[in-house]
DNA sequence: TCCTCTAACACTTTTGAATCGC
DNA sequence: AGCGATTCAAAAGTGTTAGAGG
C-alpha cells in the first residue's frame, strides 16, 4: 500500500530542483502569490472543503502577472485538473488508494472577475481567486467548480488574450501550473495537521480557535438557531456575487494586510463571471460545446511551474510508480530552461509524442493528444447540465 | 462496522449602506 | 452638493461534530 503523506521517506529525491516560485513561458511570467503557505499546507498534504453550497479554497489561488502587453485585453481562468486516476481514503494518519477515480464530474472553468482587462491591469497587482469555490454537487447551479472528494487535483491557470469573454477560445493560451498547489478534495478534513494550519492562518477560523466552541453539539444545544439567523443563512444560498457586489483581488495571505488598500486602489468591476457564465443561454454560450473543443486549432502551452526542493517530496511515491500523471503534465517547453528540466519526473512513454510536438512551439492541447480519452472530460471552459 | 457526507453550530471577518463632518 | 471617514448591521465564511446513509 501506497502512502502519501509518508511521501519525504518513501520518494527517491530527484536532483534538487531550482527555488522558483514563478516561471517564465514566452514573454508571459507567473508567480504565485502566497507559494509560501501553499508550501506548508503541501508538505503536509493540502486539503481542500468541498460542500454542497461551495467552500472556498484555503490557501487560495493568487499569482501574478508580467510579460503582458499594456494594452491588449486579457482574459485569466484557472481549472481543476485531477492528479491521478485514484481515489485515496484516510487511514491510520495516511493517504491511502481506495481504487479507481470516479468519472469526472462536469469540469468548469473559474474565469478571473476583473476578465477581460488590459495587461496593465494584470501586472498592475496580484490576481486573486478568493471567491472561487468548490463544490461537490454535481447539479450545482451557481459555477462553482465541481470536484470529486477524496480525489486529487491542482488549480491549472490559463491566460489569453481575448476582449471579451466570448472570443476566448480564438487565442492562444498560455498555461501554468504551480505543483505545491495539488490538493486532495475532502468533505471534511481528514489530517488533523491541516486542520490546525488552516485555523492558524485562516482568520475566519478564529471562531473555534479562541470561542472554545469545540465542545458545542446538537445534544447540547436542543434549541436551534433562531429563525432569523436561520432564515438569513438561508439566503446565503444565493448565487454569490447577486446579493452583494463582489469585490476580489484581496490580499495573497492573511497577514500582508494588502487586500483594503488594494481594493482602494483598485475597485473592481464587479462581475463575477461565474454568475456571468449563468446568465449566458447555454446554447449561446462559449461554455455550451465544451466536448468539441478539439476540434479548434488553437494553440496552448502549459508549463508547470518547479517547485522548491521543500516540498518536492510530495510528488511523492503514488506519482511515480507506473503512473502516467505526469503525462497528465504537459512538458516543458522547448523555451524552458533545461535547468528546470529534473523537476519532472521522466516522461511516459506516451507523452513523448506530446513533447515533440511542444518543440514546434505548439502544446498539444489534452484534447488533441494520445489521451483524448481522459482529456475530453475536463473541457477548459465551463459547462454544466444546465 | 466502516466510511463518507450533511447540516447545524458559535464565532470572526467582510461588506456595503447609512451617517457624519468638512 | 460632493467627498472621505466612520459606524454598524447583515452577510459570508470558518472548522467541528453528531448523526444519517450507503
Redesign the pocket.
Known amino acids: 500500500m501506497q502512502h502519501i503523506s509518508d511521501f519525504k521517506s518513501n520518494l527517491t529525491m530527484p536532483r534538487p530542483p531550482p527555488a522558483a516560485d514563478s516561471y517564465q513561458q514566452g514573454s508571459i511570467k507567473m508567480t504565485l502569490e502566497n507559494a509560501d503557505l501553499w508550501k506548508s499546507f503541501h508538505s503536509i498534504g493540502t486539503e481542500m472543503?468541498?460542500?454542497?453550497?461551495?467552500?472556498?479554497?484555503?490557501p487560495h489561488c493568487s499569482i501574478s502577472l508580467s510579460g503582458l502587453q499594456p494594452y491588449a485585453n486579457y482574459v485569466v481562468m484557472v481549472d481543476m485538473v485531477p492528479v491521478e486516476s485514484f481515489k485515496?481514503?484516510?487511514?491510520k494518519e495516511q493517504w491511502e488508494v481506495?481504487g479507481k477515480a470516479e468519472p469526472q464530474p462536469p469540469c468548469r472553468t473559474y474565469m478571473h472577475p476583473d476578465s477581460p482587462a488590459p495587461g496593465s491591469h494584470w501586472m498592475k497587482q496580484s490576481l486573486s481567486f478568493l471567491?472561487m469555490?468548490l463544490t461537490?454537487?454535481t447539479l450545482d447551479q451557481h459555477g462553482h467548480i465541481i470536484l470529486?472528494?477524496?480525489h486529487r487535483y491542482y488549480p491549472r491557470f490559463h491566460v489569453t488574450q481575448a476582449d471579451s469573454p466570448y472570443t476566448v477560445r480564438w487565442g492562444p493560451f498560455q498555461t501554468f501550473s504551480f505543483p505545491e498547489t495539488t490538493f486532495t478534495a475532502?468533505?471534511?478534513?481528514?489530517n488533523?495537521k491541516i486542520?490546525?494550519l488552516?485555523?492558524d492562518h485562516?482568520?475566519?477560523?478564529?471562531?473555534?480557535r479562541?470561542?472554545?466552541?469545540?465542545?458545542?453539539?446538537?445534544?447540547c444545544?436542543p434549541?436551534?438557531?433562531p429563525p432569523a439567523k436561520?432564515a438569513?443563512?438561508d439566503?446565503?444560498e444565493?448565487p454569490?456575487g447577486l446579493?452583494?457586489?463582489?469585490?476580489?483581488s484581496?490580499s495573497v495571505q492573511?497577514g500582508k494586510n494588502q487586500?483594503?488598500t488594494q481594493?482602494q486602489q483598485q475597485p473592481l468591476k464587479?462581475v463575477d463571471l461565474s454568475a456571468w457564465a449563468l446568465e449566458q443561454d447555454p446554447s449561446e454560450s462559449l461554455h455550451a460545446e465544451p466536448l468539441e473543443q478539439h476540434e479548434y486549432d488553437y494553440s496552448c502551452e502549459e508549463q508547470m511551474v518547479p517547485a522548491s526542493v521543500a516540498y518536492q517530496p510530495y510528488r511523492y511515491d503514488l506519482r511515480y510508480p507506473g503512473s502516467v500523471d505526469y503525462a497528465r503534465f504537459p512538458l516543458p517547453s522547448s523555451d524552458v530552461d533545461a535547468a528546470h528540466a529534473p523537476v519532472h519526473p521522466p516522461p511516459h512513454p506516451l507523452a513523448t509524442a506530446e513533447h515533440n510536438t511542444q518543440q514546434h512551439g505548439y502544446y498539444h492541447h489534452p484534447y488533441h493528444n494520445s489521451h483524448a480519452a481522459d482529456w475530453s472530460q475536463y473541457p477548459l471552459f465551463s459547462y454544466s447540465i444546465w
Open positions: 472543503i468541498i460542500t454542497k453550497h461551495g467552500r472556498r479554497m484555503f485515496y481514503k484516510w487511514k481506495a471567491k469555490k461537490n454537487n470529486h472528494s477524496m475532502v468533505t471534511a478534513y481528514q488533523p486542520t490546525k488552516k485555523i485562516n482568520p475566519f477560523a478564529k471562531g473555534f479562541e470561542g472554545g466552541t469545540h465542545s458545542h453539539s446538537k445534544r444545544r434549541n436551534r438557531s436561520r438569513a443563512l439566503r446565503s444565493s454569490p446579493q452583494r457586489m463582489p469585490s476580489t484581496q492573511a487586500a483594503s481594493q464587479g
